[in-house]
């Protein structure tokens, strides 16, 4: 049998090479290589196609074995998570420190213990005391929920095998947690995984909806190797900027329901409000229009959210080279922007500084906004308001057309619901209604033309 090579694993960042080199080659982090054990290697004399135990077969549609949801009472997170918590599944929870985690699940964990369902909730990185306090503060010391400080997952797992499985169990994080069968300190790569997995396994075995916190690094990454977000069932994120007041619930992945619906939630003194019509919450409701401010009618699954996108363009007198920054858009994605209003339709940004931020601490990712984002440009550059109470919608593409979107025409009735007179998007949009009146542009230089002579 051939030897097998021996593999290195950086411990910070998951990457495997074959020599050990003091700093990784991935990541530059230093002292961070691991031997790995080998994988085992079959020669190929070995017959792996007799002795072993029969595996059972079923049909697709074998009924009556659907797991059956298990609601957790707050709206907005059965929301995001497609309609419940389903039994035997394992939810990694990323986010920013100090979003409001661990708090979003204290909460979500007293719900369903006051429904009388079993809630264990183990924290790794608060002693009890504290998350006591904090249950205080949310008004929530009543709810019957079992509360452990504890990192050693064999204590964990040995104690809840001695009582009746929970319906939901949390781990707050899984960074902290340690198990002394794999080498290591908590929050290393074999650590993170080997632990996850030991959690993964108990929560299928016994029906149990597990949530692993995970902590997010700089880049946005939950922290950990990625094949984290490979063993669970559903990841989510919760997002916000910190300093303003909400957050947004996300589901990036979940193999038990859409990934559209978000949930969205206020952070107020007793804990997380939730936000039941968030659709003019992203809009700054100011009453005069202003220059270099669009807005956008964004879908969150089924719900028409409305975000303000502000531009902000300021003219250098010297050669420096000229900024670009982005809150809330992607980078990319402007400079494209830029580039097709420059080409296309002749305007200059070359000597000038770009600011663009998405009003709320939202978080936009739909090209649908591309014609808000150009308009909020071209208004700040000629220093002239848009049209009062005017929505905007429609793909960009790099000839400079305006494209159709998704959901335009629920966009465009839910705008005029919420009091919009006038929307502006791609030609061939079959709308116009008494309460909203539609303008087709075709081509983005239509947008100028309309913003500079106004
Ligand atoms: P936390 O849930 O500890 O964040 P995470 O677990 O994601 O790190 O939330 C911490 C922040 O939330 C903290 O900065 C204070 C704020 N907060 C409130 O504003 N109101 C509250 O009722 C609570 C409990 C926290
Ligand atoms: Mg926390």
Redesign the pocket.
Known sequence: MAKPKKRYVCQACGSVSHRWQGQCADCAEWNTLVEDAPATVFSLKHDLSSGGRAVEFVDLDKPGEMPVRQKTGLAEFDRALGGGLVPGSAILMG?D????????LLQAAAKVAREGHGVVYVSGEEAAGQVRM?AA??GLSDAPVKLAAATGVRDILTSLGQMEAPKLLVIDSIQTMHSDTIEGAPGTVSQVRGCAFELIRYAKENGVALVLVGHVTKDGNIAGPRVLEHMVDVVMSFEGERSHQYRILRALKNRFGAVDEIGVFA?????LEEVENPSMLFLSGREQPMAGSAVFPAMEGTRPVLVEIQALIVRLQSGATPRRAVVGWDNGRLAMLLAVLESRCGLSFSSAEVYLNVAGGYRLSDPAADLAVAAALVSALADKPLPDRSVWLGEVSLSGEVRPVAHGNTRLKESAKLGFERGFGPSDAKTGSAELKYAGLGQLSNLVDRVMSS
């Open positions: 986010g420190p100090g979003i409001g985690k661990s708090t979003l904090r503060r949310l952070m107020a003194g007793e804990g």
